[in-house]
């Protein structure tokens, strides 16, 4: 059971209210007038760095690499404290963190280059616990990773089993003594599947097959709903708390749409060669355009995120935006001097 204990990472989940509050005159506005500041996440003697998550404190998480080895090391961030590396709890391996709550709680997982893998959960003192695999035995080849976290410690993402080496999408609860156990989310898994998103209803995003089918399956009911396609294989990767989905659609070898479910059966295009990676709870969408550029969808529009700087000549391209909060605060990746580096953009 994940323990609330003394802070180490101090941060503003106490501003977070007030925060949104200030920010919510710039999130009505429309795009054309809307603008963004850049904070650039430096690395711990990193070269490199990519954003994940982000929750409505400002906090983000993701992955910096060191310059010789290019070992990769979890972080997280917030604009109090800086940088801190997230190590993974079996030494020798390598750790990335994919999601952060609005409690701080982060997930990920730890791997090696030999390709171990297991899901990980850092508490707010920068414990790491490994979650367990489906079945809660390890199989041949050890296989799982958790991609997100609600405000309620449910933990989704996938893990292999004795049964086969294929991914299937798990739900583990974070509150409880049995948290080890992953909970497989479809009764029926022939191709495998992975969960990528969950919402604080308990509303969790699956594709299965590698997208040949894709649902939102509800953690309270146990009962899945099949989201439509644009064209052929969806992909969703992020559900906000009014059940709206994103991600994208794709035809064999052709461009991806991006694809925004309203509902299962209401679906929206987010422009041809686009991916919607997050969504936060005023509808907002923020992913990677075709020209592999940062975007952010609002309002029925795409909008390319280096064109809504307010220091448009900074020297930074902004590549991908993946998470987006409800104060409009978006986690994302670029370039600058020619180094990747994970930043924060917030709205003015």
């Known amino acids: 059971m994940v323990k609330f204990t003394t802070l180490k990472r101090l ?56 310059p010789k080895s290019q070992t990769p090391t979890a972080f997280v961030w917030d604009k109090t404290n800086g940088i801190q590396a997230l190590k993974a709890a079996t030494p020798g391996f390598f750790s990335q963190a994919y999601g952060i709550n609005n409690n701080g709680l982060v997930v990920g997982c730890e791997f090696t280059n030999k390709g171990d893998q297991q899901a990980i959960l850092w508490d707010r003192d920068n414990n790491a616990q490994l979650l367990g695999y489906l079945g809660n035995i390890s199989p ?16 989704v993402g996938a893990s292999a089993s004795l049964a086969d080496t294929k991914l299937h ?88 749409e991006g694809t925004l479910w309203d509902t299962p059966n209401n679906i929206k295009s987010l422009g041809s060669g686009n991916i919607g990676y997050g969504i936060n709870d005023n509808g907002w969408v923020v992913g990677r355009s075709s020209n592999n550029h940062a975007f952010v969808w609002v309002n029925g529009e795409a909008h390319d995120l280096n064109d809504l700087l307010i220091k448009p000549k900074s020297g930074w391209i902004l590549n991908e935006a993946r998470a987006i909060n409800n104060s409009g605060q978006i986690a994302a990746t670029g370039t600058i001097n020619g180094k990747t580096h994970a930043f924060v953009l917030t709205p003015h």
């Open 140 to 155: 041949a080849q050890p296989k799982s990773v958790a991609y997100a976290i609600n405000d309620n410690g449910l933990v």
């Open 169 to 256: 999408a798990v739900l583990w609860n974070s509150t409880d003594d049995n948290q080890n156990n992953a909970q497989a989310i479809l009764k029926t898994d022939t191709f495998g599947s992975i969960a990528y998103g969950i919402n604080n209803y308990g509303q969790v995003v699956v594709s299965s097959g590698g997208g040949f089918q894709s649902f939102i399956w509800d953690s309270k009911t146990d009962l899945t709903q099949s989201l439509q396609s644009i064209r052929g294989n969806r992909e969703p990767y992020d559900i906000n708390n009014n059940g709206q989905a994103v991600g994208y659609s794709l035809t064999g070898n052709t461009s991806s």
């Open 11 to 66: 941060n503003h989940i106490c501003l977070a209210l007030t925060t949104c509050t200030m920010l919510g005159i710039a999130m009505s506005k429309p795009a054309a007038a809307l603008k963004y500041s850049i904070t650039k996440i430096g690395t711990l003697e990193g070269s490199s760095s990519q954003a994940y998550g982000i929750n409505d404190s400002g906090e983000v998480v993701g992955v910096y690499s060191l």
